[in-house]
């Protein structure tokens, strides 16, 4: 069904796909972006419900707000660190929201298609998941587009939910920075800065019953 050059390009697609902080400011052909939310509205999600929208934000006026919902918060996450941890995780850069051209608010629904959608009822956090892997198509979409794009969670949903004027029942999932750049790292730019490294797949894989190897 694919061709070995088409195997390989899906793998070299997801090995090099990163999360991305730092954008130039050169805009984006209109017809790429649609391409990307294309890739994202052909996600799976739960009983086919398709929860998500899309906010394209192009208003540096915006843009400045939801950096200041989410230097606000990563302030605010500072206490969980102490000593040099804390000095290090406020040096860490986790937003490039006033840099992008572009970000793109993904939203759920939990109320689309109705109270019974299939396979929903049993878990409801299954909206939130369909919609990530809307965002994980469009992270895929992008990178094959040479674009980088970070995910931005640090924020209070009632913050993004002001300041873009999303209804109280709407979930704002995630903020997506979206842009070209010249600073595309190989590895994650965590592990760069010594915060995390990537786990032993090994030691995540159990034989029939969790914890055996
Ligand atoms: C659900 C989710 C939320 C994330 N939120 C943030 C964030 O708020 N700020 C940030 O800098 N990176 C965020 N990231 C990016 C991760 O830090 C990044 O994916 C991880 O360090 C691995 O790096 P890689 O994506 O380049 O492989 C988020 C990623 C996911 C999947």
Redesign the pocket.
């Known amino acids: 069904m694919f061709t070995k050059e088409e195997k390989e390009a899906i793998y070299k697609v997801i090995y090099h ?3 991305i ?1 730092s954008f130039l400011s050169t805009p984006i052909p209109e017809n790429t972006i649609h391409k990307i939310l294309n890739a994202a509205h052909h996600a799976p999600s739960v009983g086919f419900m398709q929860p998500w929208n899309f906010i394209l934000v192009s208003s540096n006026e915006i843009k400045e707000k939801l950096a200041w919902a ?1 230097d606000k918060e990563r302030r605010a996450l500072a206490i969980h660190y102490e000593g040099e941890k804390e000095t290090k995780f406020l040096s ?4 490039g929201l006033k840099e992008s051209p572009l970000t793109i608010c993904v939203t759920c629904d939990p109320t689309r298609g109705g109270s019974h959608i299939l396979g929903r009822n049993s878990i409801p956090e299954t909206d939130a998941l369909s919609t ?1 892997c809307a965002i994980q198509n469009m992270w895929l979409a992008a990178s094959a587009e040479g674009l980088a794009m ?5 924020y209070k949903k009632n913050d993004i939910r002001d300041i873009l004027e999303i209804p109280p029942h709407i979930e704002p999932i ?1 903020l997506i920075s979206i842009g070209y750049t010249d600073d595309y790292p190989e590895k ?4 760069l800065a010594d915060w ?1 490294k990537r786990r032993s797949l090994d030691n995540l894989i159990f034989q029939n019953k969790w914890g055996e190897n």
């Not at 994650?188 to 592990?191: C, D, H």
């Open positions: 796909r990163r999360d902080r989410a860490l850069k986790v937003e990530a970070g995910w931005v969670s640090f995630a994650p730019i965590l592990e995390e």
